[in-house]
């Protein structure tokens, strides 16, 4: 087709519509962008999150373990000395005649 045949209105309207694929492509372009950058966040709240519970969990771990050493190490060797009531008295004895203590 030559210039003198086409409709003078058919220019403006494939501007339009060029500018709004532009437009959706540029909208595309940033929800990308937003859709990255949540993914991103998320995924650093997560580890933090995993770290925290590693750490609380590490804590109770060893609060635990104190509790059950100092109840089944120390009560149980303080029972034993308890139990063996003669030499303790004997211990007591000979630390008051100690002149060094």
Known sequence: MNQANRPRHA??????????????????IVLAWQAHSAATSHLRAAENVIKDYAGLAADEFIRRSLNEVGYY??????DWLKSQNAPLQELRASAAQDPKT
């Open 11 to 28: 220019t403006p309207r494939y501007r339009w519509l060029i500018g709004l694929v532009v437009l959706a492509l540029v909208l595309i």
């Open 73 to 78: 190490g120390y009560f149980v060797l303080a």
